[in-house]
Each structure stands twice: as structure tokens, then as C-alpha cells.
């Protein structure tokens, strides 16, 4: 690890995402709009002593479900990684926090917590404002981007595309932040396909995995201050920090890459789950028969409807002949969309009108399966991005819960049979009672592990904290099958049926023959009341899950131990951040 006194990045692009068209615009009020200066600030006490070059001011903010809303809060947008630095030894010498900012297309209070306001010592600093250089690192052994904090995905993409480069699998929305993806181990959905073998500088894993090198905001004690200090991926800090829950500040980081894929994404809508979520002696059109043909799938399976959209993509180097040719992502504008009427019934779902849920699923399933048809999007096929991006901040917006449940590759197709038929009881027990707690899709994806050995550098090791890292017990486990449960903010019963699926999740797949770990960015450790109260899940179920089966110096504790020296006075840490992050 080193210290530098600044970036040393010289960028082929610096601007501000480029807002494409007007529906992406009309978006900007869930980014919040409005700033308060110092000047005007009324009955907020404002930062005392701030350096003059650091402009100040309050913003309100709000997470991607609308389950975080804050009316104001102290914010600061640096125009530079030294800026950055002067503002974290101010705070440190103050006694405030800072909370990295990015999309805010977050659920969970590792960003901020609820009770936060403008009263409270944190100052958010916003990543995207400035902090959105990009530019190719070249001289290394495999193709390289440096991209600072701030930059969206959808940029990077675009920016490495032109150098005919890509990555294997992103998450869906292109409005996440570099610094958003690495802080939770943000995942696509890709494992390979039978024959498949894995292309130079492509990896399987999360994004976390491609990181090569990050420049942070970290402790130096010889210096007596924090200081702009680059990690290596082969340094020992390097594990703790690839995926931190935003207990350090990324600056910028050096991404890993592959040669830019053509990819073809097929959607199917008529398929039956007892087929294709089916046992695993089923034949046919299951999961784990997409896996083997192509490696990459997603099911989304709306509410009380029994046929599920399926979307799988495939490599295809050539244009399939019925395949239509996509030069832009986002080609489900349907689901970006809805019709009013969608949009009225989804907001009386949790306004008195609960028993209309099942209609509601088939309305949504209706609007997909015709979407596809008008919007020709049921055979597409480009560019990697323009084929994996797909989630506009437009969508409808949910809370989700989300775990990972780490297992063989041949075991995925009995991991999702049993997920289903456990779904299928408890939903049918909940509607005895007259309750619909998933009033949104159950979303299924499959991902490798966050292997080392796919990644360029010497002595590399798995980001300790990442949801997918390998169980060094268990060198079978190889794959990761991802469930997520939707449903809208104020849903009845929504976090009694999370807590008891929780529940039922951990009990189910103990450690045996696969493992559960949650997924950082969404509802986790659930009581009936709400998410991320349960304080056995934190203190406990959490720590256990990325210990067990692996050596004492890689495993929670020795993370925590790394992000505590990096940031001793927890300039980067908030109340939950203190709740789970501590050494068990």
C-alpha cells in the first residue's frame, strides 16, 4: 500500500452523465433537487470551522425503495480527491462522519440510518458531482479501466465499449455508481456455459472481484492524518476493501476487463414453474437447462401467476437471424412504463385494497408478455451493455429482501425447487388469512463465486466481505443462486413473511450442502415488525456466515480489523455500521 498526494489519473473523459432523453429526466426528482446554502440554512447548526474551499449545503435524500427518506441533510460534493482528504480530517478533528454518496439506489441503513437529519454530525459527500473521471490503464497484464467513485455504470460501459471491451455480467440499472457497486458487491447473472471456457480478464463473480487496485481515503499514522493511500489487489489490505459497506472511501479504482461479447437475450413467458422451478429430476425447460445451453439467466416470477418471465442471454458473436439488433440499452419500456392503470391499482395495494394482489400479478404478468411483443424485445441482441442494462430509475419502486445461497452447480436446480415450493406453502398460508405480503415478482439469478484465481494479479485473494466468496471448506460450492422478494413499501405482513422466509432459509440450507449469506443492499435480518432489526441475524448469523469454513486470518474478524485500521476514529461509519461491523 502507498500514500499519494493525488490522483495521479489523467482522464480521457470527465463530465456529468448525460441525461439521454426525457423520460430518464423526469426522473430527477427522485434525485433530490433542491440546495440549501449555508447562508440559508435556518435552524441547522452548519458545519463549524469548514475549510472555505469546501462548499457546503443541505440536500434532501432518498433511497431507491423510498424506505430512507430525509428532508435535509448537511452535504458536500469535492471537486477533487484532495478535496475529499480535507474534508475527512476536518471531520475527523470535528467529531462528524462522512457517508459516501452515489445513485442512493440502496435499501439498507449501511448508508445512512432513518433517524439522520440535519442535526446530526455527517456530512454526506456526493461522488458524482466531480468524481466521475474515466480513462483505460494501460501496461498491465490484462485490460484495465480507472474510473473514479462518482462514475455511473452505464458510463463505464459505454466508455470501455468504445475500446471494444466489457465485463461479463452488471447489475440491471446503469444509473449505480462504481463506488455504490464495490461498497455491496453489486452482481449480475452469469455462471459459464457447458464448453464455456472463461475469456481472458472476464470473471463470474461480483464486481467487486475485478478490482485490480483502489485509491481510498485512509489513516496514516506517520502522517498523523488521513491520507489518499493506493491499494494493490496483491497488498493485504486489499481484501477488506473491495467490498466494505462504505466503512472506507473509495476514490477511484482500477476495474479489470474483457473483450467486449455480443450477447442475445431471449425472453420466455410460457413456461410452467413446476417445469421450469421444477425438482431436479424434471426434464425439460429448467433452470438448470438454460445454465447448461447458455450460463445466464434471470426469473422473474410475478405474484400468483404460475408462468414466469424468463430471460436468458447467451454469447453469440453474429446476429441470430431472428434476433433484432439493439444499439442502446433499456429495451423493456414496458417495465420502465407502466400503464396508469397499473400504477393506480400498485398504489391501492397498500392502501386498503390487498386483496386485489393476485390480480394485480396477472395484470403485470399481461403487461409483460404483450410488451415484449409490441416492443419487439423478445429476441434481442449487441453490445454486452446494451443487452444487460435494462432497469430505468422510471420502474416501479419496491423494497426487496435478498440472500445468496452458495452451493455446488448441479445442486442450483434442487436450491430453487426447494425456495419454491416453501414460497408456494407460505403464500398460500398468508392468503388463508387474508394477507399478500409479495405483492411484487420473486427474482432468481445465478452467479459464480468471487474466484482469485480469475483475476491478473499476484497473490490475489477473495473480497473477504462479498456475499460470494469461495467457503475454503467447501471447494465444491462454486456457484451462487440469488432470491430476492419484492414487494411495495407498506405492504401488510411484508416483513413478517421476510423474517419467516429468513428464518426458514438459514435453517434450510445450513451449511451442509449450501450456505445463505444476505445481500448487503437489501432487507436482511428481519423481525415481523421490520428489516435489519434482528439483533441475534447482526451480532451472530452474519459473522457466522463468513467465518465458517474459513482460515482465521480471512475470515469477519479479520476484515473488521483491517477497515477499523484504516479509519481509527470511524470518520466513515454510522450507528448500524457500528451495530454489525464489530469483531465477533
Not at 52 to 71: P, Y
Not at 187 to 201: L, Q, S
Not at 532 to 558: C, E, L
Amino acid at each position: 500500500m502507498s500514500s499519494e498526494k493525488s490522483s495521479q489519473a489523467q482522464p480521457e473523459l470527465s463530465r456529468r452523465r448525460f441525461l439521454k432523453n426525457s423520460a430518464v429526466f423526469s426522473t430527477a426528482a427522485w434525485i433530490p433537487a433542491f440546495r440549501v446554502g449555508v447562508a440559508e440554512a435556518g435552524e441547522c447548526v452548519p458545519p463549524p470551522n469548514l475549510p472555505a474551499h469546501l462548499d457546503v449545503f443541505r440536500q434532501g435524500f432518498e433511497n431507491w425503495s423510498k424506505g430512507i427518506v430525509i428532508d435535509s441533510l448537511w452535504t458536500c460534493a469535492p471537486r477533487s480527491a484532495q478535496d475529499c482528504v480535507d474534508l475527512v480530517n476536518w471531520a475527523a478533528a470535528q467529531g462528524w462522519q462522512v457517508r459516501p454518496r452515489g445513485a442512493m439506489h440502496n435499501w439498507s441503513p449501511i448508508h445512512v440510518t432513518p433517524d439522520m437529519s440535519c442535526d446530526t454530525p455527517v456530512i454526506l459527500l456526493s461522488t458524482t458531482d466531480y468524481l466521475a473521471n474515466i480513462a483505460m490503464d494501460y501496461g498491465r497484464s490484462v485490460p484495465a479501466v480507472r474510473a473514479q467513485a462518482g462514475v455511473y455504470m452505464e458510463d463505464l460501459l459505454g466508455f470501455v465499449e468504445a475500446h471494444n471491451l466489457g465485463m461479463t455480467a452488471v447489475p440491471a440499472p446503469g444509473d449505480v455508481t462504481v463506488g455504490g457497486v464495490l461498497a455491496v458487491d453489486a452482481h449480475g447473472t452469469a455462471v459459464p456455459a457447458i464448453g464455456e471456457v472463461r475469456e481472458h480478464g472476464h470473471s463470474y463473480g461480483s464486481l467487486s472481484n475485478l478490482v485490480l487496485e483502489v485509491t481510498v481515503v485512509a489513516w496514516d499514522k506517520h502522517a498523523n492524518a488521513y491520507t489518499l493511500q493506493t491499494i494493490n489487489r496483491s497488498d493485504r489490505e486489499a481484501a477488506a476493501v473491495m467490498t466494505s459497506l462504505g466503512r472506507t472511501l473509495i476514490v477511484e479504482a482500477v476495474l479489470q476487463l474483457g473483450e467486449n461479447q455480443k450477447l442475445r437475450c431471449q425472453s420466455f413467458m410460457d413456461i410452467h414453474i413446476d417445469e421450469l422451478l421444477g425438482p431436479p429430476e424434471t426434464n425439460g425447460r429448467t433452470v438448470a437447462h438454460y445454465l447448461d445451453q447458455a450460463g445466464r439467466m434471470e426469473v422473474i416470477w410475478f405474484p400468483f401467476t404460475d408462468k414466469p418471465w424468463l430471460k436468458v442471454w447467451s454469447v453469440a458473436p453474429t446476429k441470430p437471424l431472428m434476433s433484432r439488433e439493439v444499439t442502446e440499452p433499456y429495451n423493456y419500456p414496458f417495465s420502465d412504463n407502466m400503464p396508469d392503470e397499473i400504477e393506480e391499482m400498485a398504489r391501492s395495494l397498500t392502501q386498503g385494497n390487498k386483496e386485489s394482489t393476485p390480480l394485480f400479478g396477472q395484470m403485470m404478468y399481461n403487461v409483460s408478455k404483450a410488451g415484449l411483443a409490441t416492443s419487439q424485445s423478445a429476441d434481442i441482441w449487441g453490445d454486452s451493455k446494451n443487452v444487460l442494462l435494462y432497469i430505468k430509475p422510471t420502474t416501479l419502486r419496491i423494497e426487496a429482501s435478498g440472500y445468496a445461497v452458495l452451493t455446488r452447480r448441479d445442486n442450483v436446480q434442487r436450491v430453487i425447487y426447494d425456495f419454491t415450493e416453501k414460497f408456494k406453502d407460505m403464500i398460500a398460508a398468508y392468503e388463508s388469512m387474508g394477507e399478500y405480503p409479495i405483492n411484487m415478482p420473486v427474482e432468481i439469478r445465478v452467479t459464480g463465486l468471487d474466484q482469485p484465481d480469475e483475476i491478473e494479479a499476484d497473490r490475489a485473494e477473495a473480497p473477504t466481505l462479498s456475499a460470494v466468496r469461495p467457503v475454503e471448506s467447501h471447494p465444491e460450492w462454486d456457484v451462487a443462486v440469488w432470491f430476492d422478494c419484492l414487494s411495495f413499501v407498506g405492504t401488510e405482513m411484508s416483513e413478517a413473511f421476510n423474517a419467516e422466509m429468513e428464518h426458514w432459509l438459514h435453517s434450510h440450507f445450513d451449511g451442509e450442502d449450501a450456505l445463505v449469506r444476505p445481500e448487503w443492499s437489501k432487507g436482511w435480518a428481519y423481525r415481523p415488525e421490520a428489516a435489519w432489526t434482528d439483533a441475534n441475524y447482526i451480532a451472530s448469523t452474519v459473522p457466522g456466515s463468513h467465518t465458517v469454513g474459513r482460515p482465521q486470518n480471512a475470515g469477519w474478524n479479520s476484515a473488521v480489523k483491517q477497515l477499523d485500521k484504516l479509519d481509527p476514529q470511524r470518520v466513515f461509519s454510522n450507528d448500524f455500521l457500528d451495530q454489525l461491523l464489530q469483531r465477533r
